[in-house]
């Protein structure tokens, strides 16, 4: 009986330790008009930026000599202002092949581009190949796909429910 009793007794789950924060941490960081989690790492957290991914993530606390692993919370104000200006300015420390804007189309350079301006120069850009009706400009002005996807079966328009094929009465008996 009493082995009986053990093994009806449920371990007891312990809850995960609280995380220990420092008495500067901040739940809420402001790098380049966007907010930032604060308990994320920084290299996470700065992938929130719209227009930094992985790799620019990466470089950008290899350059501002920062650890990936610290919490973005922790950061001091120095490291802050350090990550600040390397993404201000990424043409002076970063190679060309990472930039989000190769050729510009009015200036001819290489630019990284970040959260608002990226969205307006790329309405741009679809407003100028509809102006000059170019292949892209024509697919993008009738709701087509642009990059050369299938249309058979992909990007109906006003699909609603779906009927499927419907026989008359003498195809179901077998009379044709």
Not at 20 to 48: C, P, W, Y
Not at 72 to 93: M, R, Y
Not at 94 to 103: Q, V
Request: proline share 3%.
């Amino acid at each position: 009986m009493e082995q009986k009793e053990q093994k009806q007794q449920k371990p007891v789950v312990q809850a995960a330790p609280k995380k220990v924060e420092s008495e500067n941490f901040r739940h809420i960081v402001r790098i380049m008009n966007t907010d930032l989690k604060g308990d994320k790492h920084i290299l996470d957290a700065l992938r929130q930026i719209k227009g930094v991914g992985f790799m620019f993530a990466n470089a950008v606390c290899v350059i501002a000599n920062l650890d990936k692993s610290k919490r973005a919370g922790d950061l001091s104000d120095k490291e802050i202002e350090s990550i600040n200006t390397v993404l201000n300015n990424p043409t002076s420390t970063l190679p060309s092949w990472m930039f989000n804007r190769k050729k510009d189309f009015e200036t001819g350079n290489d630019t990284h581009l970040f959260t608002s301006d990226l969205d307006f120069v790329q309405d741009n850009d679809i407003k100028m190949m509809k102006k000059i009706k170019s292949y892209k400009g024509y697919r993008h002005a009738y709701g087509q796909p642009v990059r050369g996807q299938r249309t058979r079966s992909n990007f109906r328009k006003n699909k609603g429910k779906v009927m499927g094929v419907h026989r008359s009465r003498g195809a179901k008996q077998g009379k044709v």
